[in-house]
């Protein structure tokens, strides 16, 4: 068993420089846990990001069967935590064990792909050879490869303890992209944040990495945040989280002297869209595979489906039923924070005395101070498009079906839509074969698009792409998900006439990796 | 030859809403050009953006092929244009005939090269193929593409008239990428743009593309530029200029209610770093190449070398001699404005009146409003970096040397270095081997590292990268010039359990593209 110290893990030693703390609560039981976490201060937040930088000037240099290595360290030590880690982390967020356990295995799983992917690069180098004879004037050679940011701060995220958090996406894609990583522990869950540092220092010691390539500092106060992004050592910030905190941290980055890339994914609707022949052939699976997805993680999915547009058509009402049947059959669940808790049930009770909407069903209340009822709510769409409060994210699991009256209603929600994480289209062949024009205005707002299929569920693989216009990313042209994960944390470099001793491994002429080469 | 009609190019027609007018001058005899241009209203700038956005639901689907030859349409009508843009070009800028005649073969070459990468292209495509049997879940058959981010706004530049102006380098990419354009002219070369648009509308009608794929107004005032990079549908803003302006109209996009990407070129010393045994044995030319490639232009060149680091050795007081002697005999050259001209001639006064810089040398006068000399300082390496001041772009012929007495001085320099598109390294085959450090410190400050090259002209090829850390560009990610360029404007997207019948021809079983398959 790991002995909880509380303290931030700065340049491989635990240590505290303030004297405050904080505590995680359960939220199941609504009490403060045993353990106390020290608030970083100014001084612990500058000496993490210090050693970061020192360290960068080591690990970008560190070869990428180094990193591929070190990354698969993390994922063995991860998994050495054993149920210590599964336990801590039931305990600071109420989600099910089967879900902690599957989500560590997705944690470990993105590490080791990212370590395959730095082994067998999937993306190609280009080189254009010299043309000393080319006329009016010689062509040098010059080859283009990738290079890391430098030092990157990541915040943990409440929704995903370990997948999302201190060795999640942002931290696997950064290490594995060259770049030391400073987390921002999330305060709701300190105890999980703190574990898997443990694993992370063991595997920086196995491995022989610099010290400082990892810290965290555990902070709930909003004056440590702005000081990681604002620090002129740190070049480029991930975060997971609400819209109005990722607004204001991304524009603490881009007031810098030199502004740095922010990738914030902030929020999401995940609309689903449901053509008229299928609506006719399946209302009932439809709609309660519909409440399945929106009550998996209880709607605490980035892309859990909060919108559903549908033509009110044949099959409509029988939808409409089983939705409200099954919704209110609902358990009830608890969610991660009583704030969040909170925030869930003041937009539901909006919502509901929104007299532009009609509340279909709602599910069990509960008792603790943690769990909040299932909702589904129903609103026509010229009521839908006039109020653009309401295709705001609600976070929870809420949704609400927007009622269309012909495909031009369905049309201009499509057009009318934010920026999406994803988009599902359910429909029959023909109904997809006659909606080029609604699939290719869909296409314009989502970083996904599926087609019958919900969107809960973001697999980690070569052809994902997570993230979308804002407010879904800040930066849509990255993705948060995926083997390109990593680019986010790199930029392109063109080295021209460097001789074949000094090129970086992958652009030397004898390199076994995939070569546009002209 | 084409009647100059002084109105804004908008969804296919010439006109004009606003009254006002403005004239650009003859830079090398300081007379107004006869010509007069409307100035840009609200409305005539509302119009371009509404036919931008209207012509995208058409565009964004033309297929690459069409796309592909409405670029190369462009191309042969910038050359059937023949001298008449040539000499307008020549009037506008003070530019000499063989300048602007390779600026013309260098524009229409990178329209075709973005042609040939639209018929070939050459980055993959990711597809993950469907695992239907997986446990404990199957997998879903996913897709990565690309798709265009909408409206682009181009900004023309000063400094190149066609290959960063109308027809230039973001104007090429974004239409590749299949986003329409609207670009805002530079007021110092108005005849110049207007005669492109001639040339791009003619594309437009032979190759069927929409009208509105691409619209021109021209403008002197800062409100026109707001109100284009403000607009909701615009999409992306492609900026080369001052880092005054860069940042006003950057901040301005990240403002916005939905941000967007600003691609601004905001400027870069190019820092040449000369290592000791190279001085040593070739100081004169090394010398001589130095003032060669900044009076390239007349030091307009956004790659010129303004900044030369060496140390006090063997070589040393020749390679100053030798640079003196070289810069005194210069030839005086004439600037693209009389603005561009005083505002240079207010930088050298600054730096001629600095204590701590020695003036090495000057070139001729000149009696034309336009015209400058050129000038080469020296300053010791610890009062450069006691002073950032230096550390800024002068926009013309001028360089600063700065003196290192030891190679940890020129470390420190290294490290303290801004964003530059590039850097040289000059050194024998020793110097190289044994700089190991100082080659891995440059490199994070730079989009494109030389060695033994000067860095003025910049390839249009596939392995090219221009751009760096800011304020070289405030996207570093991205590239303005070769053949990845015009993935700036487009976005991923992942197209998950998408029917054949309408996946995107690149995304098909049967598509002949380079494909990574799981």
């Given at each position: 068993?790991?002995n909880i110290?509380?303290?931030h893990?700065?340049?491989g030693?635990w240590?505290?420089?303030g004297q405050?703390?904080?505590?995680?609560?359960?939220?199941?039981?609504?009490?403060?846990?045993s353990w106390?976490?020290?608030?970083?201060?100014?001084?612990d937040?500058?000496?993490a990001?210090?050693?970061a930088?020192t360290?960068?000037?080591?690990?970008?240099?560190?070869?990428?069967?180094?990193?591929?290595?070190f990354?698969?360290?993390?994922?063995?030590?991860?998994?050495?935590?054993?149920?210590?880690?599964v336990?801590?982390?039931?305990?600071?967020?109420?989600?099910?064990?089967?879900?902690?356990q599957?989500?560590?295995g997705?944690?470990?799983?993105?590490l080791?792909?990212?370590?395959a992917?730095?082994?067998?690069?999937?993306?190609?180098?280009?080189?254009?050879?010299a043309?000393?004879?080319?006329?009016p004037?010689?062509?040098?050679d010059?080859?283009l490869?990738?290079?890391?940011?430098?030092?990157?701060?990541v915040?943990?995220?409440?929704?995903?303890?370990?997948?999302?958090?201190?060795?999640?996406?942002?931290t696997?894609?950064?290490?594995?992209?060259?770049c030391p990583v400073?987390?921002?522990?999330h305060p709701?869950?300190p105890?999980?944040t703190?574990?898997?540092?443990?694993?992370i220092t063991?595997a920086?010691e196995?491995t022989?990495?610099?010290?400082g390539?990892?810290?965290?500092?555990?902070?709930?106060?909003?004056?440590i945040?702005?000081?990681?992004?604002?620090a002129s050592?740190?070049?480029?910030v991930?975060?997971?989280?609400?819209?109005?905190?990722g607004?204001?941290?991304?524009?603490?980055t881009?007031?810098?002297?030199?502004?740095?890339?922010?990738?914030?994914e902030?929020?999401?609707?995940?609309?689903?869209f449901?053509?008229?022949?299928?609506?006719a052939?399946q209302p009932q699976?439809?709609?309660?595979?519909?409440?399945?997805?929106?009550l998996?993680?209880?709607?605490?999915?980035?892309t859990?489906?909060?919108?559903?547009?549908v033509?009110?058509?044949?099959g409509?009402?029988?939808?409409?039923?089983t939705?409200?049947?099954a919704?209110e059959?609902?358990v009830?669940?608890?969610?991660?924070?009583?704030g969040?808790?909170?925030a869930?049930?003041?937009?539901l009770?909006q919502l509901?005395?929104n007299?532009?909407l009609?509340?279909?069903g709602?599910?069990?209340?509960?008792?603790g101070?943690?769990?909040?009822?299932?909702?589904?709510l129903?609103?026509?769409?010229?009521?839908?498009l006039?109020?653009?409060t309401?295709?705001?994210?609600?976070?929870?699991?809420?949704?609400l079906?927007v009622?269309?009256?012909?495909q031009e209603?369905?049309?201009?929600i499509?057009q009318?839509?934010?920026?999406?994480l994803?988009?599902?289209?359910?429909?029959?062949?023909?109904?997809?074969n006659?909606?080029?024009?609604?699939?290719s205005?869909?296409m314009?707002?989502?970083?996904?698009?599926?087609f019958n299929?919900m969107?809960?569920?973001?697999?980690v693989?070569?052809?994902?792409?997570?993230?979308g216009?804002?407010?879904?990313?800040t930066?849509?042209?990255?993705?948060?998900?995926?083997?390109?994960?990593?680019?986010?944390?790199?930029r392109?470099?063109?080295?021209q006439?460097?001789?074949?001793s000094i090129?970086?491994?992958?652009l030397?002429d004898?390199a076994?990796?995939?070569?546009?080469?002209?």
């Amino acid at each position: 068993m790991i002995n909880i110290t509380g303290q931030h893990l700065i340049n491989g030693q635990w240590l505290n420089n303030g004297q405050s703390t904080f505590a995680s609560a359960n939220p199941t039981t609504g009490q403060s846990n045993s353990w106390n976490f020290f608030e970083a201060n100014i001084s612990d937040t500058e000496l993490a990001i210090k050693a970061a930088n020192t360290a960068f000037k080591k690990y970008r240099r560190v070869s990428a069967l180094d990193r591929a290595n070190f990354l698969d360290a993390i994922a063995h030590e991860i998994e050495a935590l054993g149920d210590q880690l599964v336990e801590a982390a039931m305990n600071e967020t109420a989600l099910p064990q089967a879900r902690i356990q599957g989500e560590r295995g997705r944690t470990c799983g993105q590490l080791r792909a990212f370590a395959a992917n730095l082994r067998t690069p999937i993306s190609p180098v280009f080189i254009d050879h010299a043309q000393p004879e080319r006329q009016p004037l010689p062509k040098g050679d010059s080859r283009l490869t990738q290079i890391p940011l430098g030092p990157v701060v990541v915040f943990g995220a409440s929704n995903f303890p370990l997948a999302f958090s201190t060795a999640g996406g942002d931290t696997a894609s950064a290490l594995a992209a060259g770049c030391p990583v400073i987390v921002k522990g999330h305060p709701a869950h300190p105890a999980t944040t703190e574990l898997v540092c443990h694993a992370i220092t063991r595997a920086i010691e196995s491995t022989k990495m610099p010290t400082g390539v990892f810290s965290m500092v555990q902070s709930s106060t909003p004056a440590i945040s702005a000081l990681l992004v604002e620090a002129s050592d740190v070049k480029a910030v991930g975060f997971t989280g609400s819209q109005r905190v990722g607004d204001i941290l991304n524009k603490l980055t881009q007031a810098r002297p030199t502004p740095i890339p922010f990738f914030g994914e902030l929020g999401s609707t995940n609309p689903q869209f449901i053509l008229n022949e299928i609506l006719a052939n399946q209302p009932q699976d439809l709609a309660n595979t519909q409440v399945g997805s929106m009550l998996m993680g209880h709607g605490q999915f980035c892309t859990s489906p909060g919108l559903v547009i549908v033509e009110e058509g044949k099959g409509f009402e029988q939808f409409i039923a089983t939705l409200t049947t099954a919704v209110e059959a609902a358990v009830v669940g608890t969610m991660l924070t009583k704030g969040i808790a909170q925030a869930y049930l003041t937009q539901l009770d909006q919502l509901i005395s929104n007299d532009q909407l009609t509340l279909l069903g709602q599910g069990n209340n509960g008792e603790g101070q943690c769990q909040t009822p299932a909702a589904l709510l129903r609103v026509d769409a010229k009521s839908f498009l006039a109020d653009n409060t309401l295709s705001h994210e609600i976070f929870g699991p809420c949704a609400l079906i927007v009622c269309c009256k012909n495909q031009e209603e369905m049309s201009d929600i499509a057009q009318s839509l934010t920026g999406q994480l994803t988009a599902s289209i359910h429909g029959s062949e023909s109904d997809i074969n006659s909606s080029d024009d609604l699939i290719s205005d869909v296409m314009q707002h989502v970083g996904r698009l599926m087609f019958n299929q919900m969107p809960t569920g973001v697999e980690v693989c070569h052809s994902m792409q997570h993230g979308g216009p804002y407010p879904a990313s800040t930066a849509p042209q990255t993705t948060s998900v995926g083997s390109l994960a990593m680019n986010r944390f790199t930029r392109p470099i063109c080295l021209q006439n460097m001789p074949q001793s000094i090129l970086p491994a992958e652009l030397k002429d004898d390199a076994d990796v995939l070569k546009i080469i002209v």
